[in-house]
């Protein structure tokens, strides 16, 4: 009988189900560096360990991305390896730091089946948990990812969806331990602009575009231990073409939203996410965003701004998320995230 | 006088030579982590510190090919820097897991010499050993390669083989001290197939494949610096291709061999290596392993698995190692590696 | 009003200004790591920590050019992000050695000013300095710059022109405090080559060759936090080519002229250095070096070298500066290097 893994197919789910995935693993400084080599990150709290000292975190954390790839790298050998598309995230939560020395691992619960009526595939829901050495959580999020049926006559489960929330209620936010941004430095951090200075509505061109190279999207992808074929085998789809992983755009936008965001230090949740066009090597990647709410936090000095964070292949200056006529992406919009930064007030 | 260096030719090699080549290299996280960008591995004990203490091995050890690769790095500017082919390696084991802040230096011996018959190169063959800054054996192992005479006309050396095991036998293998495998949490690695699971004889297809790009092979041959041009410069050879260097296809099937054998946590040994065909930079490497014998080993739940570990350009479901009518290697076999694993009871 | 930042033009600076540049960066062994597989460095400070505290230098440095790269890349968002062309660097100064766990900020001053004639762009001359988290000065250097006007119609200034030197005098060259070469390792730092066995106007041809590739190039650019757009972006440029960032260049060209010049293992101060073409992936790079001057130091066993790095694309091995004709840089050199290196005597 075959050792190696051929994944789980739609059928292989049950709700209530739980998978510890393999493997645990260990964030490492070189985490940090390599990061640093793949995308043009310039966020002051996880540049420098003096500066996150000076708001509270030591010892230094890691850009909450590094977390979220990893612990979501963990999933896709047991959860997506069948996978005909991602389909969106929920409720993602950062609950703690993630600094250098931990080892993260992660366990999913399957919170909701639903068949497609073609009876081919099926949506997964799967409520999933990164826990770190002390097994306290250090994020956690829902996702629903459409899957291939092994047998297309297997019979369809009764259909479960869960009720995910929009969006995290600002309530809810998890503020990192002696987070303290009330003697921020702002030129340090490289941007004024406070809070009090963002307005609901508001929308920011981050201007600077990044062309992508196969050797480095496969690299960052590889660094997460996900296995998706797609991403690193010219043999796996029928154009030849490498697909880049969607976590490879969320980061490079995140990074390109330094520029107008810089002080958008901290990611605590992300409330949803879409990946609306598939990218690949040698397109140019570039972000905008948009402000979605405001709230205070109870942390000194810090606010939270709930931000839409588009990445375009292309730049688009219009900013232009939805094609007025068809309501469906516009053409370019790789991916549309939603999620709540902290940011010094 | 020139101050470069050239490399030794066949002529400049005696038997009994004792050369301690340069350059020490301190291992850090950083390797890891780099590492883990460039191949897609997932043994749990390199990939978690948790998990290796779990099993005995504390600090945390890297990859052994890590230090492989390190140590062969330094042989490559005296031993084979005019090397025609690399042919062989034996004996090759690991005294002892390598951590980070472990600084290796290699010494080589001369064993053996023998010039081709047309006079123009020789094979000669060393016995390499690194150390750790304490002083102590990390791994050695014996290798030999086809080298360029400077002056054809210089008189041939007696010719000397050395006398190389086929294999280490079992009961030589070297256990990492304190390694125990008796409370083995295989969910956490990946697989439940353990050592009694796998039967001599037995192939596993390994399913995925990679494709290699020049930026990857280059970063992971210079990080073990490396200095064989072949590999770096296109204007080495005459088809404008840069070589991989063959250690590169041993890390990329090692870790892909993760499916289907993920328990197979520590390499042991290296009882025979070939590179018997090119790769380059667009080939999409895909890998398989066979089982060749079974031990038992003194340590805690530990087993012993010596494996063919075979890297193919483009999938070969059939998994033939060698053409039924040739007896040469078939069509796309990259590498044929044999090694000793370690694997829970 | 954009929060994005545009950069300052020319007409922005006034000599006397003050920038604390954003964002402060601690080093890491990530770094070292990242560095060891973009460039191909050996030199046996930088390499092993073992060999460092041979002579002196606990805890291990890194290579002077990762600090020089994080320090000089914090400029760029401020300095020079409306750049017609870099045209000059002096007085560079290593005051200390740069360790993981440092943290670097850079500060400039304008230290002076000159309009171009065509009333378009002028010229910035800033002295940049580079802190730790102590606050003590780890490197500083001068370096002038072409800068467009925003407003061709702005007054010009008047201008001041810096006296800055030729190069660092032998007696101003910092050496860092406890190196000690007089039980120096030259077998384990590669070649025999020592301060005396190298005489004033000697050129070493450094042999390799260096095929550069974009992503290798990108990743390094990026791993200082450099936001220059033309690094990253086939849309930033009429030729739909990535430049490569000239420090790439720098740190390729030091790292082969190991060859040749292994026990010039620590840069002590850079005099001048200009950019002569443009490079791009695909281009082959090599190296040569010239001895311009000698000097002792005060530090037991430590001399100094005064060296020419010259990078070429394609190799010259007649080692050709300038054009005997026109005086001008000859075809293919990219790099003409300046610096002072400590050597063994």
Not at 42 to 68: C, K, M, Q, T
Not at 126 to 147: C, F, H, K, P, Y
Not at 249 to 261: C, E, Q
């Given at each position: ?106 366990t999913s619960e399957v919170i909701g089946l639903k068949q497609n009526s073609n009876g081919r595939s099926g ?99 590889r660094l997460w231990q996900n296995t998706a074929k797609v991403h690193f085998n010219v043999e796996a789809r ?108």
């Open positions: 009988m075959s050792k190696t893994n051929p994944g789980n197919f739609f059928e292989d789910f049950t709700v209530g189900q739980v998978i510890r995935h393999a493997t645990p693993r260990t964030v490492t400084e070189g985490d940090r560096a390599v990061y640093g080599s793949l995308y043009p990150t310039r966020f002051a709290v996880p540049s420098s360990a003096e500066f996150a000292a000076s708001v509270g975190l030591d010892p230094h954390p890691v850009e909450e991305l590094i977390a979220f790839h990893i612990a979501f790298g963990k999933t896709v050998p047991d959860v997506s390896l069948n996978a005909v598309a991602n389909l969106g995230y929920a409720e993602c939560r950062f609950h703690q730091p993630v600094v250098p020395g931990d080892t993260l691992s992660t949506v997964v829901y799967v409520r999933s948990t990164a826990t770190n050495q002390r097994g306290e959580v250090a994020l956690d999020w829902a996702r629903w990812v459409m899957v291939h049926k092994r047998d297309v006559d297997a019979p369809a489960p009764e259909p479960v969806v869960p009720d995910l929330a929009p969006a995290v209620a600002a309530e809810d936010l998890l503020i990192p331990a002696g987070l303290d941004f009330s003697s921020y430095d702002e030129t340090a951090a490289g941007e004024p602009h406070r809070w009090s200075d963002y307005e609901i509505g508001e929308r920011i061109d981050h201007v600077d575009g990044v062309t992508l190279t196969d050797s480095e999207h496969q690299q960052a992808t029928p154009d030849g073409n490498r697909l880049v992983y969607g976590g490879h755009v969320i980061s490079l936008a995140r990074a390109l939203s330094y520029n107008g965001l810089a002080n958008a230090q901290l990611i605590a949740a992300i409330n949803a996410g879409a990946h609306t066009a598939p990218a690949f090597g040698g397109d140019t990647v570039y972000a905008w965003s948009e402000v979605l709410d405001k709230a205070e936090t109870p942390a000194p000095g810090v606010g939270a701004l709930r931000l839409r964070l588009v990445a375009t292949k292309g730049r688009d200056e219009s900013m232009t998320l939805k094609d007025p006529e068809t309501g469906k992406y516009a053409a370019g919009v790789l991916l549309d995230l939603d999620y709540w930064a902290l940011v010094p007030r």
